[in-house]
């Protein structure tokens, strides 16, 4: 059941990233989800060693004391979908979707805590829990809030703008109306107007 389970997990979050990761703004969703990975990691290989939470049934269990699923895919791509979702929010209205996103994810961990067998918490909570969801995720977005400041938007969510970026330069309109009218008179074309 718990094998079946990652599976799902791990094939749902390969087939959602090309739909989360949008080309335009590629290199901000990639600092994103790489910052999410090593926070997340050192967050759980920290609570791991203090003994709080283990994960009976994880991928790789001889060479990660983590869940390498949780903390490297799923994780960081809910993330994406978070700063995606909070990049020209206030405050108030990012805490508020913050809530959609740490609220489930942490009954849904009580849930399946619970039920199987994919981790066991020791002196752990839900709220627990909620409180480091929240944490990781305020932190990402901070650090991009961040590099808002340091970096030009433009930079940060793509670069170059389309026409700098071409190599193909498109004729223009007057162009091509004007290779129309420079027929000769014998063209059928030329015999309709």
Known sequence: MEKLLLRILFVSSLAAAPFIFKRNNLLMYLTVFFSKCVLSSSLDSFIIKKGKISYP?????????????YDLLFYPLLS?????????????EMITRSLYF?????LLQWFLEKKTGLFKWKSWSVLHTF???????????????LLRRIMPERDLIGGKSIEERSHIKMPSPVLLTSTVKHRLPN???AQIQ
């Open 57 to 69: 049934v994880r991928p790789f269990a001889k060479v990660f004391d983590t869940n390498i699923l």
């Open 80 to 92: 994406v979908v978070w700063v995606r979702w909070t990049y020209q929010s206030k405050p108030l």
């Open 102 to 106: 740490s609220g489930p994810m942490s």
């Open 131 to 145: 409180v480091s969801i929240n944490f990781t995720m305020f932190t990402v977005r901070g650090f991009v809030g």
């Open 187 to 189: 063209d059928n074309y």
